[in-house]
Each structure stands twice: as structure tokens, then as C-alpha cells.
T-cell receptor
Framework: AQKITQTQPGMFVQEKEAVTLDCTYD???????LFWYKQPSSGEMIFLIY??????QNATEGRYSLNFQKARKSANLVISASQLGDSAMYFC?????????????FGTGTSLTVIP | NAGVTQTPKFQVLKTGQSMTLQCAQD?????MSWYRQDPGMGLRLIHY???????DQGEVPNGYNVSRSTTEDFPLRLLSAAPSQTSVYFC???FGQGVLGGANVLTFGAGSRLTVL
């Protein structure tokens, strides 16, 4: 089974509108971390936001927020007030802590295009 | 404050040639890893290391070799390049499992684009 599932290969959003990128995860560990990364066309991987499994509140970083629904095992990224510079590939990831150390898993990504 | 440094950024190989992708980090990270990125497939883990002298296989290890003689360096070796290894390769590192929370982010290098003819 996939550890991280991103079901939206591509998304479009109007500039200044909000957009939600979906992510579901699969783990039986009680302690894990969830991440979102942005990959612009230049290729680098940029860390956006982190949510811990024990965090009671949804994480926020500027225009980014993570809608964490633990029972549904979802960790959707919400981008408010979209900007043209938000056009990029977005990856959801999960960190598990195993007996051999960290393990990171990535989804297949969602390509976001912001329309002027 | 270099972070994760990968070299080379671009490389063209012929089938059967060997080469090494270099990766170095200056953040005293215990965990280091190599991913390959192919269109529509996200990031797939090739090999990883949880500390000097310790390496393990990821999801797609065939055709690749790694070693971790120091905390800082984690080179990826292609033993006999094949066209199927044409990809973008990322090295990434993080603190070990003893560091919890948002401080334990996976930090990426800039990527290396490899073409095998």
C-alpha cells in the first residue's frame, strides 16, 4: 500500500484565490511527521510546512496551512491568496521513526498552476 | 552555511560507464539519503544511511552503490550506467531520530540531472 497518496496530478487556481492540495497517508505508528515541499520549475525542493502527529493545532506558515485530520489520515495543504509564484510541483511527505532510524516517504506530487 | 551540496549538476554518460555523484552536508546530520525523481513517479528512495559506516537499501537500489565513511559525505556510485538510470537525483539529509518535531526536516541538495545515452 502507498504510504502517501496525492490524488490530484494537476490543479489550477485563479490568482488571489485559495487552493487545497490533497494528501492522505498510511501509517500504524503513533509518532510521525508530515511535511509539504514545493518544487518550482528551477528544480530545488523547498520545505514549506510541518505537522507532528501529536500536534493539537493545524500548522500554519504565512499563506500556507496544513489541514490535519488525524482520524481520516489526511494532511491537506491550503494555500491562501495564491500568487503567480506559487505555480510549482507540491509534494506531501511523511516521516516515520523506525528501529533503524528515520524513514521518509513521498507522494507523487501535484502540479499547481496559478492563472492570472 | 552551505547545507547539502551535490556535484555535478549535469552529467551525460554512455551506457556501461560508471560515475559517482557526490553529496556533502555541513549540518552534522546523521541521516543522509539519495532519491531519484522521474516524471509522474515522485521521489523514490535509492539508498540511505543513519550514520557513518551504516547504509541500507531503499525502494530502487539496483545498479547503485553507496558508502558512508564520514558523517559529512554520502556518494552515490553508478556501477554500469543504463538508459533507465536517466533521471534527476537528489541527495537529502536530516537529523537522526533523536531530534523530534519540525526541527527534523529533510534538507535537499540542488539535484543532479543525469542522462545515459
Amino acid at each position: 500500500a502507498q504510504k502517501i497518496t496525492q490524488t490530484q496530478p494537476g490543479m489550477f487556481v485563479q490568482e488571489k484565490e485559495a487552493v487545497t492540495l490533497d494528501c492522505t497517508y498510511d501509517t500504524s505508528d503513533p509518532s510521525y511527521g508530515l511535511f509539504w515541499y514545493k518544487q518550482p520549475s528551477s528544480g530545488e525542493m523547498i520545505f514549506l510546512i510541518y505537522q507532528g502527529s501529536y500536534d493539537q493545532q493545524n500548522a500554519t506558515e504565512g499563506r500556507y496551512s496544513l489541514n490535519f485530520q488525524k482520524a481520516r489520515k489526511s494532511a491537506n495543504l491550503v494555500i491562501s491568496a495564491s500568487q503567480l509564484g506559487d505555480s510549482a510541483m507540491y509534494f506531501c511527505a511523511m516521516r516515520e521513526i523506525t528501529n533503524t532510524g528515520n524513514q521518509f516517504y513521498f507522494g507523487t506530487g501535484t502540479s499547481l498552476t496559478v492563472i492570472p | 552555511n552551505a547545507g547539502v551540496t551535490q556535484t555535478p549538476k549535469f552529467q551525460v554518460l554512455k551506457t556501461g560507464q560508471s560515475m559517482t555523484l557526490q553529496c556533502a552536508q555541513d549540518m552534522n546530520h546523521e541521516y543522509m539519503s539519495w532519491y531519484r525523481q522521474d516524471p509522474g513517479m515522485g521521489l523514490r528512495l535509492i539508498h540511505y544511511s543513519v550514520g557513518a559506516g551504516i547504509t541500507d537499501q531503499g525502494e530502487v537500489p539496483n545498479g547503485y552503490n553507496v558508502s558512508r565513511s564520514t558523517t559529512e559525505d554520502f556518494p552515490l556510485r553508478l556501477l554500469s550506467a543504463a538508459p533507465s538510470q536517466t533521471s534527476v537525483y537528489f541527495c537529502a539529509s536530516s537529523f537522526g531520530q533523536g531530534v523530534l518535531g519540525g526541527a527534523n526536516v529533510l534538507t535537499f541538495g540542488a539535484g543532479s540531472r543525469l542522462t545515459v545515452l
